[in-house]
């Protein structure tokens, strides 16, 4: 059995469709809610649904268990409530970490690019472990998912994780299918089709640096199913250990994604600037570009999808079908 915490979200669903189409056994950890998350299943039924107050009991019950994918987390950019934060993004973390090591579990985790804060330059991010120290975030949540990188190679120093098989992936911007709960927190890709289909023009944050213009804010844009073959790749591959960085290697501006969904969506390019909300200046990243170097040196070899061609997939085949999910 394979376990997914997070299971019914984006990336979640997505990778719990690919291990059952492999015939895996699944259990979803994760909250249902009331905004229709359960769409996300709803193809593809999980063998077990399980509730994160019921986690702990369902582990202690010694279940047979193969790897544990970690996706679950607070992951509202504008998060506030720092002890929430903290519970959910490292206390759980740390205990499943160290239940996978008593185990021998294979751990693979879910970090994030916003553990870089506040890029300069080109916002090339360099995952280079004698960098992890210097990092800065600049959100609470990137900071949560940073302190547990932190705390990992501290207790992976301190000889108390021994022979656990672990792999971490600071992810960069996701777009694809079964995003659809996540309101402010989707994608730019869904945000602007949204926008485009109620008939009005896409709408982008002005700069709130005097070196970015509007629209020139740059991320990598990474497509879900690109993520899910990392993914599946770390399962493969339990030799490989280490925090990776997964993105593509490529940063486009939010113009280019723009044009790429309103080309896809068959409608005129329009383009309407906006301030940026109170609770994002300061801590918005305008540039980030994965540097790849040390997945594409572990052994990966997969190519990622350009940005073009994985958002007219994403538009023409789910936005814009009867059933956008996957």
């Not at 039924?45 to 107050?53: C, M, R, S």
């Not at 302190?147 to 000889?159: I, K, P, S, T, V």
């Not at 044009?259 to 990243?285: K, N, S």
Request: aromatic share 10%; hydrophobic share 40%; charged share 20%.
């Amino acid at each position: 059995m394979i376990i997914i915490t997070g299971g019914a979200g984006c990336i979640g669903s997505c990778l719990h469709q690919a291990l059952q189409a492999r015939g895996e056994q699944t259990a979803i950890v994760d909250s249902l809610g009331n905004g229709g998350k359960w769409h996300n299943l709803c193809r593809h039924v999980p063998d077990f649904l399980i509730a994160p107050g019921e986690l702990d009991a369902f582990l202690d019950s010694r279940p047979d268990v193969t790897a544990v994918f970690h996706l679950g987390a607070i992951n509202d950019t504008t998060a506030a409530d720092g002890d929430q934060v903290w519970r959910t993004n490292v206390d759980l973390s740390l205990r499943l970490l160290e239940w996978c090591a008593r185990e021998e579990v294979r751990f693979i985790y879910a970090s994030s690019a916003a553990t870089y804060g506040m890029v300069a330059g080109d916002g090339m991010c360099s995952d280079d472990p004698a960098r992890l120290a210097t990092l800065r975030p600049a959100s609470l949540y990137g900071w949560s998912k940073h302190a547990f990188d932190c705390l990992l190679q501290r207790r992976l120093a301190q000889g108390d994780l021994q022979g656990l098989s672990w792999a971490g992936l600071k992810l960069f911007s996701v777009y694809g299918p079964n995003e659809y709960h996540k309101g402010a927190m989707a994608s730019l890709v869904y945000a602007t089709y949204s926008e485009l289909r109620a008939g009005g023009p896409a709408r982008l944050f002005r700069s709130d640096r005097p070196d970015v213009a509007d629209g020139h804010q740059m991320r990598d844009f990474i497509w879900v199913g690109d993520v899910v073959s990392v993914m599946l790749w770390l399962l493969d591959h339990q030799h490989v250990h280490g925090l990776f960085n997964c993105g593509t290697g490529v940063a486009r501006t939010c113009l280019d994604l723009v044009d790429a969904v309103c080309d896809a969506a068959g409608v005129a390019r329009r383009v309407e600037f906006i301030d940026m909300p109170v609770a994002l200046r300061g801590q918005y990243q305008s540039r980030t570009r994965a540097d790849m170097t040390r997945l594409r040196t572990a052994g990966y070899t997969q190519p990622f999808t350009p940005l073009a061609q994985g958002v007219k997939h994403y538009v023409r085949d789910y936005l814009a079908a009867a059933d956008p999910y996957l």
